[in-house]
């Protein structure tokens, strides 16, 4: 029975939740793409967060725990890290088996079964197994041993302990290669829904591919997390591989930096022009960098883990590459030509001082840009992108097309500037190009910034009825870092 009439007919209160804003790119995670088969061409990439994730799936001797161990010997230590597969040969086809709890790991469950069997296609061609006696049998892998002889040849099982699952493996590759979900074989005891083969348990079939170019595992690989760096852990690749994938990542979007180690020592040859070095440096590639390394062909990973430790949101923690250190990496020791040559390719290298101590040099592009300044204006691209973004996306109202409006969009504008400044990427300084706005060659930029943005009366029609913002200017300086000093000292006796 009602008590009375209802509250909301005097105070009607609506909650509403506003979405959620957009987050600015991670700027400190790297994809080390390798070719092991650890990783399926389905799954493509994967995400570590430590090393001992890497252990666990790739042992100890892999190239891709070889490259993630110097990512993650770095102090400190960075966070992120993404491992990825390059199909650098032909590829089987494979189904992974569903998770199997603890329960229906048991192995009572399988020694119970002393004629068992399945359906399964391999390569096109359906198998039926029959009479498989699993009634002797000690462990999960001797379940996988007793299949794999059913099939004769055709694929190849075996129990995953760090996934509880049990993998089929084809025994071809290419493009034909392939298996499928396994079910009841119509007779005997049906292992397909024991093993976790079966269709709505077992993962999607994974098809066998053909061999792929290193392009084209990257460009596979790109949609998957959210990488900023890249690198290869495998030392056997050419030079053009390597300018294909630098020519890829110069134009890909999002913005991405590509990391190369080299130990051709045709690179400390001032005579040499057709080596890695040169050759990228005449391309003018300025999203890829390449280290010298005659010892360690992942080195480059080094440099990748010291870098990608920078936090932008916080107080003066942007870093310059020169002056730091590669823990596992061994130092070069070069001489005074060696080392002018390296410098002269923009070639950076981990090189001893006479003394005792060891640093990297001189932290650059490809180009001859500084590496900490790629990496800290791409992160400011992103963080005034993102700020703007949500200022459109995340107000209850529209942002109208008025001075006070662009006001708005300067201010958000502004606010990654501010904290460009905070993170020390930018600092007050002299403008040196031509002005624009209030601004002029030659002023100071009092607060490291300045961003412009025209009244809206000045806008053609056309843009105004395409409701588009009048276009912001913003001049930057950058706050450098010293890699060089000169000390004068007059004596006077």
Known sequence: MSKGLSVSDVVNVQVTLNPLAAAVRNFGALLILGSSAVIDTNERVR?????NGVVAD???????????????SQSPQPSVLYIGRWAKTATSGVLHGGVLSVAQQAIANFTAVSSGGMKITIDGTLKTLTAINLSAVNNLNGVASAVTTALAG???????????RFDVVSSTTGASSSVSYASNPGSGTDISGLMGLVTGVASVPVQGVVAES???????????????????ADASVVDSDHISVATYIEASSPSRIYGITSSSSAILDPTQTTDIASKLQAANFSRTFIQYSSSNPYAVASLYGRAFTVDFTAN?????????????????????????????????????????????????????????????LDWLQNAVQTNVYNLLYTSPTKIPQTDAGTNQIAGAIEQACEEGVNNGLMAPGVWNSPGFGAISQGQTLT???????????????????????????????????VHFSDVLISVNR
């Open 154 to 164: 055709a694929a190849t099982v075996t129990w995953n302990a760090s996934y509880n």
């Open 58 to 72: 790739f042992g100890s001797t892999a190239p891709e725990y070889l490259a993630a161990s110097l990512f993650f």
């Open 47 to 51: 995400q570590y967060t430590t090393i």
């Open 447 to 481: 607060k490291g910034y300045y961003v412009y943005m025209p009244p809206v009366a000045t806008q053609s029609q056309s843009d105004r009825e395409a409701r588009k913002a009048p276009t912001a200017q913003v001049a930057v300086k950058l706050a450098g870092a």
């Open 316 to 376: 003066n923690s942007t870093i310059t590459l020169k002056f730091k250190q590669e823990p596992s990496v061994a130092a070069e020791t070069l001489n005074e030509t060696q080392a002018a040559t390296i410098d002269a390719k923009d070639c950076n290298v981990f090189v001893n001082f006479n003394n005792s101590t060891a640093i990297v040099q001189q932290g650059v592009m490809c180009n001859g840009d500084f590496f900490d300044e790629r990496h800290g």
């Open 214 to 232: 290193l392009l084209a595992g990257v460009q596979a690989c790109a949609p998957y997390g959210d990488w900023y760096g890249l690198m290869v």
